[in-house]
């Protein structure tokens, strides 16, 4: 195999520095959508939660009304706070399968980072030792 010169070995380094940018560049944008996708939706089911759990204060709040004017019996009030339990639940629900999507929502790059730092290390090698191995 012939030697290459200097220039050319500077050419090479460019190119592969460029491409490997490119390709980091891809991973980390990739990385970035799962995990804001993760917080979206983690996001999304909390406020269905607590919208839900606003809906059912509402209903606490007719049901307790309802509950001084009947005087403690058990009439049409009875309903309202059935509702309002049922909406508690299902908002806990909501709001149990929020909070794994929120940890797992981690919008940092972190492989795209470590691969980074890696490619510098090799074009610093590459550098000290323009003839030696591209490992």
């Known amino acids: 195999m012939p030697e290459r010169s200097i220039s050319q ?3 090479d380094i460019k190119a592969d520095s460029r491409a ?35 809906l059912g204060s509402i209903m606490a709040i007719f049901a307790a009304a309802a509950g001084f004017h009947e005087g403690l019996g058990w009439p049409w009030w009875g309903s309202f706070l059935m509702v309002f339990g049922i909406l508690v639940v299902i908002a806990l ?4 399968v929020a909070i ?6 981690n919008p940092t790059p972190t492989a795209a980072i470590n691969g980074g ?19």
Do not use: D, W
């Not at 940018?21 to 990739?30: C, I, P, V």
């Not at 629900?93 to 149990?96: D, G």
């Not at 890696?118 to 030696?132: F, Q, V």
């Open 9 to 11: 070995l500077i050419q």
């Open 20 to 54: 490997l940018a490119q390709e980091e560049t891809a991973l980390a944008k990739s990385e970035i959508q799962v995990g804001a996708k993760n917080l979206g939706i983690g996001a999304g089911l909390a406020g269905a939660g607590l919208f839900l759990l606003f």
């Open 93 to 96: 629900i909501l709001v149990a």
């Open 100 to 105: 794994p999507l929120f940890k797992k929502g």
């Open 117 to 135: 730092k890696s490619a510098l290390e090799a074009i610093t090698r590459a550098l000290r030792n323009p003839s030696g191995p591209r490992v």
